[in-house]
Nanobody
Framework: QVQLVESGGGLVQAGGSLRLSCLASGRTFTSYSMGWFRQAPGKEREFVAA????????YYADSVKGRFSVSRDNAKNTVYLQMNSLKPEDTAVYYC???????????????????WGQGTQVTVSS
């Protein structure tokens, strides 16, 4: 069984930064691409960013491109989301998730991910 635990959320002013972490259990972390999604109040959960299993490719939603950066440390079984220049519209619960396919490229859709963390709240004040 895979468990994902996010941390690093909090309250920050607009223009500030936060770094989210997602610690994964299990010895197969290095063979799976990982993604970050978010869900704002009253909205559907949406794709934010993803990183390939090797760490060699990253993908971003247009709304965060140039401000957010996803990375991973396979030795620590951890994936990160560095969020800079935060805006009030970035306020949401952020989730990390594991892509379904072994050594597959990450997807942009929820159904392409099989394990999810419990989420961490990010609140950006104006």
């Amino acid at each position: 069984q895979v468990q994902l635990v996010e941390s690093g959320g909090g309250l920050v002013q607009a223009g500030g930064s936060l770094r989210l972490s997602c610690l994964a259990s299990g010895r197969t972390f290095t063979s799976y691409s990982m993604g970050w999604f978010r869900q704002a109040p009253g909205k559907e959960r949406e794709f934010v960013a993803a990183i390939s299993w090797s760490g060699g490719a990253t993908y971003y939603a247009d709304s965060v491109k140039g401000r957010f950066s996803v990375s991973r440390d396979n030795a620590k079984n951890t994936v990160y989301l560095q969020m800079n220049s935060l805006k009030p519209e970035d306020t949401a619960v952020y989730y990390c998730a594991r892509n379904i396919g072994w050594r597959a490229n990450p997807g942009y859709l929820e159904y392409e991910y099989d394990y999810w963390g419990q989420g961490t709240q990010v609140t950006v004040s104006s």
